[in-house]
């Protein structure tokens, strides 16, 4: 729970910092006579109740004397409002305004402004509208890294502000624990989505950092309790442990603070979160709340030292260093540099015979399981030449390292400042899996699976790329030598094999194969101007020809990193994009071997088919690539798509692709050449097939987007169902526009496409749907920001509209016939995603159980999950499994199937559950007391039957945990009688019994509600589950009976720490069934199996019952095994219950106690093992997943 303090404690310790002898007060020694190089100024809220962004007079007087080489950091973001609305809306001027006022005490400020996530960005503000926010104060102040990390998202931002010093911002909203980022749509688009993947950036880049001098910036939600910052601030420590000297900065602290542990130096700008508790591991050497910030200041000389200025009050400009520190010393670039170059070093044509790695040779059992893949060409010796530093290019430098998690890479820059990258052929795949998995078998096989792919295979890449004619890096391979002018970069280099090729960016008009452009961009420079700009635009069939060319050599890895862009200028307005993919490291990556043959199944990663003679999958093939094709190939039709397959397989002629293979290096061409040049020829015929259904895979739905400006969408429907979308620029005043104007254009077939999305953006757009056809493709309109305004007069044969319009109320005018549909009032509103495609799913299911009345209860089933527009997280989902009884011969099958959105907002569950012929179950009669006798063999009290459920029920979700359904219900019984059974034997004057060998039907309906708060379905450690279900059935037989059943269960968790974690549950439920002569099968039931541990299934059978489950599950430890991580704990319980039958006058309450083990596999499903004991049996309870 959230640590709320007292204002008086909080008062306490402010006035304690005050009046207490301040360690290093006096502490305040003389910076050096050295330059001070850099100057990192660190800056809070100042006051406790701050309700303005007006800053401390004192930091405006510094600012105006920090100069060029000077960072201003404010640790959570001061400027108000937190959020801007869209440009459209009325109230965005005022604001504008409010925001423009409070950034002029920056005028004059040279340096850089970052400004971090803060504690007003928090609390449930729109994502969109804190990137509105962003965008308007980095066009302000002409900073488009202003607020970082950008995006609201987690980061960690890596910002070098030197050579020397590297920042690393944190956002530590979506660090807290269960909190499920990738569940959330504003946040597909960051690079790391929750804590553990956050935490694994936040290490790499420390550890490609040693040699620098880091700076960890972190903003401190406030919504983070007390717990989660301490377990936070432990894992974290943790990763200092090899980075001395590093500085941590926040701004959680009640005053200005500097304390020091393990060489790590912990530095509080003040006044944060108040409900949060400063970090007691050691005494500060510095505290106080007077009102100030913190300076650090990097010297030319190697040292970092650290002031703290406050003043008097926080209206007074003037103010004074009382606090002086030096924190660290390292050698700078600069002296590195100018130690190496007095040695006499020259590697200039001399070469080493090496290896690209040793470690994947394998015996023939691995190689069966992991395949054969190119482990001889990892293994066998290549002579290469040694890379010379000091004369390549004339003389490189390095300026960073680089590489993510797989690689160890090196930026390296000339004289001119042209960049080039040096990165190992071999990869180091564990750095990108969390910790835990870093000693198993998952690390063992990616790390083996780096041999699939050909250490080589760029040598074959450029010429066929140049053939086929597309822009292309330059690769070379080299032998690093143990060379010393690399310095500190030389671990992990030295005698290895590299690869030395341009870094795409900014002015390579001297590089042909990136078409002489005089600039070179990122991806998502071109997605900003192509929004900004309608002038700019991608050249689709240049990338379409790059896109066929990745579907030939196999390279399924083409995210929107992989890909720089050549910028060149249009004869008129605007700019062009072209395509020029990069890091070609999956080029010919096979897929051989029992393991990942299986993984590469449509269900489980498709990605990685492998390069065989053909494509099994193209669209499993194409899944890392499924949002950026969607954004940049909307325009080509298949015709294009035809055209371009046959110029691209005509470039491939058999002397091109031999050639390309011929650059093999001789010894690793003896090992595969001629297969690769096989493999590569055989795959040709398949282009223009492959091409083919993936362009049918794409055009199922298409968006259209527009941009920011003001554009004209004309959407013609014609006789026979094709449709023709047009877009055209338009002066946002009128609904003019000209031919020439046309940015857009393309034919859709009804027999290709299902529907096209038109997003208007920002601009005050206009569409128009005209024209008639017996049939249509559907049609939705998204006006976004800007006043829009739509007509539609087309028509469409059939029953169903196929214009479909969304837009807030009061930012679109319409004007429509019959074909459309108007859903402004539709919640929530569309917006353009760019990354929100997710593909439909199926696969397969598996169920096991054990328990003394079934004996083993093994199942298997599928799953199918089908997506469609705005529906979240899934269209329809569909979930049959079967499961068979061993000890009973018995057989179940249980489909759910669920529908979202169908009509009006409301969500469509189906579920039916059917008991084959024969199926086996218990009755001991109508009673709280009802006898069993164990000598007496458990068939006695069986019977057989057939049963069908079957519901299909309406309903929508209530707020963000909450589910309400309601529909109709249907019930038939069949139960079978058999002589010298314990049913047989009552008496048929109760009508519970009589005919109840006779086939029993009924119908009505069920209302379902839950509530469910749980962190984590599987494994709970808080919130809350409480489920309620009512059925009214009415008897369709004349020997069935009306009846009524309601039933309840509402379970709670709460996790403390002993220290081991020790999660406390506890489930109250029950139930009661209405009218007098309801069937025996109807009754309310206690048993070992779902409410009463410790008894029979079905063991008590009343009209009314009630139970309570008490549990404590404590973890133990986390452990490692080969083949998975895993959390082991034990549980205990108690469970207590009763029936009650009318006439029956029982006071007794039945429990049952035990214990066990449970292990959860990866932290993900959970295994118990119990042993349950009452005072009727000791029965063992083995299943997935816990009790409740």
Known sequence: MRIHLPRWVVRLSIVTCTLLPVRGWAQTPSLPSSEVTHTVLLAGRWAPNQTSAAPLPLLQTQLQQAGKKSTLVFIGNPFQPATLPGVAAPDRPVLEEKLRAQLQYLQGFEGKVVVMPGEHDAKGKVVQEVRNQERYLSQVLGNDKLILPENACPGPTELAVTD?????????????????????????GCETVGGTATMAAVDDVLRSNEEKNLLVIMSVSPEMKGLEYKLMHRQLAQMYTEHAGLIHAEGNSPALQHRTKDSIHYVSTGLGASNMKPVKDTHPAYASNTPGFAKILYLANGETWLEIWTASDVNSAQGQVAYRAKLSQKPTTKQLQEKIQNMNLSFTGKTATLPASQVYKASKFREWLLGTNYRPEW??????????????KGGLKVVQRGGGF????????????????????????????????????????????????????????????????????????????????FGRYLKGFANTIGLFEERPDEDMSDVASMGNAKNVVGTDKVLENTREDQNDQVDQMSLLRARLFDFFIADWDRHDDQWRWAEFKKDGKGKVYKAIPRDRDQAFFVNQGVIPNIASRKWILPKVQGFDESLRDIEGFNFNNRNFDRSFLTGLERADWIAMADSVKASFTDEAIDNAVRQLPDNIYKISGQRLASTLKARRAYIRRDAEDYYEFLAKQVDVAGTDEAEFFEVQRQQDGTTVVSVFKKDSATTAYSPKDRIYQRRFLPAET??????????????VVKGQGQEGIRVRIIGGNGQDQVIDSSNVEGLRRLTYIYDQPDGITIQAGTEARNLTRHRPTPTYDRLSYKYDYLGPLASFQFNRDDGFLLGGGVLLEKQGFQKQPFAMRHRLVGSYAFATRSFLVDYAGHFTRVRLGLDLKLNVNFKSPGFSDNFFGFSNESEYNPDIDIEYYRYRSSQLYVNALAGRKLGEHATFFAGPAYQAVNVERTPERFLSTLTTSDKRYTDYNDPKAYAGARLEYELDSRDVAALPAKG??????????????????????????????QTVRIPFKLTLATRFGGG??????????????????NTLRGYRRTRFTGQTSFYNNTEARLRLFTFTTYLFPATVGVFGFHDVGRVWVDGENSKDWHTGYGGGVWFAPVNQVVISLGYTVSEEDKLPLIKAGFFF
Do not use: C
Not at 431 to 460: C, E, M, N, W
Not at 1073 to 1080: A, H, K, P, S
């Open 1072 to 1089: 009661h069934t209405f009218g007098d002569d309801f069937e025996f099968f109807q009754g309310q039931h206690l048993d070992g199996l």
């Open 164 to 188: 020397d010093v590297h920042l690393l911002l944190l956002d530590t909203q979506w660090l807290m624990p269960n909190r499920r980022m990738d569940d959330k749509e504003e946040m597909r």
């Open 379 to 392: 293994s066998t010796p290549v002579t290469l030449p040694l890379f010379d530093i000091g004369a390549q």
């Open 1024 to 1053: 809350m589950h409480w489920v309620i279900g009512a059925d009214l059935m009415k008897g369709t037989k004349a020997t069935s009976q009306d009846f009524g059943r309601i039933n309840s269960e509402l379970s709670l968790y």
């Open 406 to 485: 797989q690689t160890v890479s090196l930026r390296l820059e000339d004289s001119t400042g042209r960049q080039y990258v040096l990165r190992s052929v071999e990869k180091y795949p564990d750095a990108a899996l969390p910790a835990v998995f870093r000693k198993t078998i998952a690390a063992d096989v990616v790390k083996d699976q780096i041999s699939a792919s050909h250490p080589y295979g760029s040598l074959v890449v450029t010429p066929l790329a140049d053939a086929a004619g597309v822009y292309h890096t330059n690769p070379q391979y080299f032998a690093i030598p143990n060379d010393p002018r």
């Open 754 to 767: 299902d529907e096209v999305r038109l997003y208007g953006l920002g601009g005050n757009d206009h569409f």
